[in-house]
């Protein structure tokens, strides 16, 4: 947004690019944004293509993604050299002299006022500032496809089977290492209504799982008083009501829980697994199974009662996956505390982790204490965690393999089809397996395969017979309706 309230009111935008670095939730609050500008009538394009106005939704969680947020700045600067370069997110928020400084940069927006950037872009011209009747929504930016009932985005707005709902913003908790409440402020929840309102649209625009994201979910409905610094508690609003909301006001098939913090885990959650609607996949960042290095991380936990929270979890879902954060190299991390770790984690047997060796972040308190865990010593350790991460990855799957399970496909595998068959697609389970099968698939479909092979990164199935029957039979009546001359009684129906 111009600066300076005598330049020239800029010509509204005709065409936007957005981009993305980090989190899930960046990539739900690039689609909500991306939404509102087809609404306003913007074309939107691929990163990298020419556009008259480019976001760019940055990260700061650690050094390496405030490297790939300056890459993609530098990048859509290029791509865009007489566009209109908005800069945003996590790295905008924490050093926005940095990013101000990166050429071809118009404007840095804070994450406090990141929700409102469609708005505040058409207030200044930058974005045509009619908007459809919402009645119309899905009429407005999508046109119809021809499988009926379904609808696509317009060209350019990515759709996808699965959809990043953003529920909440924000971290009451200050964990030594994380910069990221700095970067975000308090706590605070979006309305309920609003976000029934968007899952419900999400479905009409053919997605099948809405994936409810945010930085601390759990702690859904405690929003943070910024006249009194006090967490508010009185709202009578938490995680459980809001799922238990979406569950009976929307048809979407697939809930899915992105991530919560053990500590945040509310009451009566457990029971929403009841509904089969509700995935059978939770992520629970652990970050450490030692006691000792949790209480210098700041962590609102101890290695008993996450143990305790994952065998109730176990014993309402026997199948659940249940995947994980773990950081090595924490300051004063001794070989006693890495082995506690280690073992907890064998212990728990995790069906994936997201294993990384702590970086120093400038901001936070850890950056106060010595980094005296030598590069070496954490690369040794990453490589031990990982060994046993790919070793829990591997015994999860083959629990399932000869299963038939309902898989959603959500876009063809990298790897090239035949010229005379059906392409490679890749699809999830509920509790998150990666499946790849061979058929006349499509995006948002959801068909039974047969798990038969591991692979490294999923397994290989066969849609089940009478599927792949009904599907191809599907395609010969929509080809043959294609391609047969219409006769005058079919003209007249």
């Known amino acids: 947004m111009p600066e300076d309230p005598q330049s020239p009111r800029p010509e509204p935008a005709r065409t936007a ?131 009926p009932g379904w609808v696509t985005l317009m060209p350019g707005l990515e759709r996808k089977a699965r959809a990043f709902v953003k529920v909440q913003d924000g971290c009451n908790s200050h964990c030594t290492y994380c910069i990221v409440p700095a970067a975000r402020g308090p706590q605070r929840s979006r309305p309920v209504q609003a976000i029934v309102d968007e899952v419900n649209l999400l479905y009409r625009l053919g997605y099948r799982e809405a994936v409810l994201s945010g930085v601390q979910i759990g702690a859904y409905g405690r929003d943070w008083d910024r006249a009194t610094r006090r967490v508010r508690r009185d709202s009578g609003l938490t995680l459980t009501d809001l799922c238990e909301r979406l569950l009976a006001e929307t048809p979407m098939p697939r809930l899915r829980i992105s991530s919560i913090q053990p500590q945040d885990w509310p009451d009566g959650f457990l029971d929403l697994w009841a509904d089969p609607r509700m995935c059978r996949h939770l992520h629970l960042p652990l970050q450490s199974g030692s006691d000792t290095v949790l209480k210098r991380m700041v962590r609102r936990y101890r290695a008993a009662d996450f143990r305790a929270l994952v065998e109730r979890v176990r014993a309402a879902m026997p199948e659940v996956a249940i995947t994980a954060d773990v950081m090595v190299g924490f300051p004063g991390e001794t070989e006693a505390e890495h082995a506690e770790s280690l073992a907890l984690i064998r212990e728990l047997a995790f069906s994936e982790q997201h294993v990384f060796r702590y970086s120093s972040r400038p901001g936070t308190a850890a950056a106060r204490l010595p980094d005296d865990v030598p590069p070496p010593v954490k690369k040794r350790r990453s490589e031990e965690t990982r060994a046993l991460d790919a070793e829990l990855r591997r015994a999860y799957k083959a629990r399932f393999l000869g299963r038939t399970m309902d898989v959603l496909w959500e876009e063809p595998a990298p790897s090239p089809a035949p010229e005379d068959g059906d392409p490679v697609w890749s699809g999830l389970t509920d509790n998150y397996l990666r499946v790849f099968a061979r058929g006349p698939l499509h995006e948002g479909q959801v068909t039974s395969v047969a798990l038969q092979e591991l692979a490294v990164d999923g397994i290989y199935g066969q849609i089940a017979q009478g599927e792949l029957a009904w599907m191809t039979a599907s395609s010969a009546r929509s080809s043959a309706a294609t391609s047969r001359p219409t006769s005058s009684t079919e003209t007249s129906r």
């Open 17 to 147: 690019a957005l981009v993305s670095v980090g989190c899930k939730v960046n990539q739900g609050e690039l689609r909500q944004w991306g939404v509102s500008l087809a609404r306003a009538g913007v074309k939107l394009v691929a990163p990298g293509e020419p556009a008259d106005l480019a976001i760019v939704n940055t990260c700061t969680v650690t050094g390496e993604g405030d490297k790939s947020s300056r890459q993609a700045i530098r990048h859509a600067a290029r791509a865009n050299p007489d566009g209109y370069l908005v800069v945003t997110g996590c790295y905008a928020s924490v050093d926005p002299n940095a990013v101000g400084a990166i050429d071809g940069v118009n404007v840095v927006v804070a994450n406090d006022d990141k929700d409102e950037i469609v708005r505040r872009l058409a207030d200044v011209g930058l974005v045509p500032g009619v908007e459809v009747d919402p009645d119309d929504v899905a009429d407005a930016w999508t046109h119809r496809s021809e499988r």
